[in-house]
C-alpha cells in the first residue's frame, strides 16, 4: 500500500511557474527545518541557509542568473550554502557538497509535501553564479552557495517524470 511519504517522492517535480499567492515567513522556517534533518559526515552539519523573501532582491537574483530566472517569479528562495568553518578538514572538506546536497532535497520534498512547487537551480562549481551570489548577498569567505531554490505555488503546470530505468540497477557487481 502506497503511504504518504511514497507518494510525495514520486510526485515531486521541478517547479518552474508559481501563482502570486505568496509563502509564509512560517512556511519557509518549516522548510529549513526539514533540511536541517539531513544527514551529514560526521554530523557536521556544515550548512547555512539563506531565506529570502524581498521582491526587489529576487528579482535582482533571477535578472543576474540566467539559469535561476524563476526567481523573478516566486514568491521566495533558499539559498543553500555551505559554511567551511563547519566543514571536514583536509580531503574530507569536499563533504560539505553531499551533506548540502542531502539537505537541498529534505526542502524540495517538504515543499511538495506543502503544496509547494520548487526547483534546484545550480550555483556551485560554477564560479560565475556563485561570485554572483556570494556579491549581491554579501556572504563572507567561508559561506559557499551550492544552489538557490525558488518556492511558490505551483501554476500547474510541470508534472512528475518517470525515470525509473531497470538497466541503472546492478546486482552484485557489475554484470552483463
Ligand atoms: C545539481 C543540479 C543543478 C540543477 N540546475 C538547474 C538550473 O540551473 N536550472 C534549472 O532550471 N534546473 C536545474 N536543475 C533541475 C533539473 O533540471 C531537474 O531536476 C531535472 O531536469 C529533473 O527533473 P525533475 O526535477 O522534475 O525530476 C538542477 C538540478 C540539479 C540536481
Redesign the pocket.
Known amino acids: 500500500m502506497e503511504n504518504n511519504f511514497f507518494n510525495i517522492l514520486f510526485s515531486?517535480?521541478?517547479v518552474?511557474n508559481f501563482t502570486d499567492k505568496e509563502v509564509t515567513k512560517e512556511q519557509l522556517e518549516h522548510i529549513v527545518k526539514a533540511g536541517m534533518t539531513a544527514p551529514s559526515a560526521m554530523n557536521k552539519q556544515p550548512w547555512t541557509f539563506i531565506i529570502i523573501d524581498d521582491r526587489k532582491l529576487l528579482d535582482t537574483l533571477g535578472d543576474r542568473l540566467p539559469?535561476?530566472k524563476?526567481l523573478m517569479q516566486a514568491s521566495a528562495a533558499i539559498i543553500v550554502c555551505g559554511d567551511m568553518h563547519k566543514a571536514l578538514e583536509d580531503w574530507q572538506q569536499e563533504y560539505w557538497v553531499q551533506d548540502c546536497s542531502a539537505a537541498s532535497m529534505n526542502i524540495l520534498l517538504a515543499t511538495e509535501a506543502m503544496g509547494l512547487g520548487s526547483?534546484?537551480?545550480?550555483l556551485y562549481p560554477a564560479k560565475g553564479r556563485v561570485r554572483t551570489v556570494v556579491e549581491l548577498l554579501g556572504l563572507p569567505e567561508h559561506i559557499i552557495p551550492l544552489?538557490a531554490i525558488p518556492i511558490g505555488y505551483p501554476a500547474g503546470i510541470?508534472t512528475?517524470?518517470d525515470?525509473f530505468n531497470p538497466s541503472a540497477i546492478h546486482w552484485n557487481g557489475w554484470k552483463k
Open positions: 515531486r517535480k521541478s518552474r539559469h535561476s524563476m526547483v534546484w537551480t545550480g544552489n510541470e512528475p517524470k525515470k
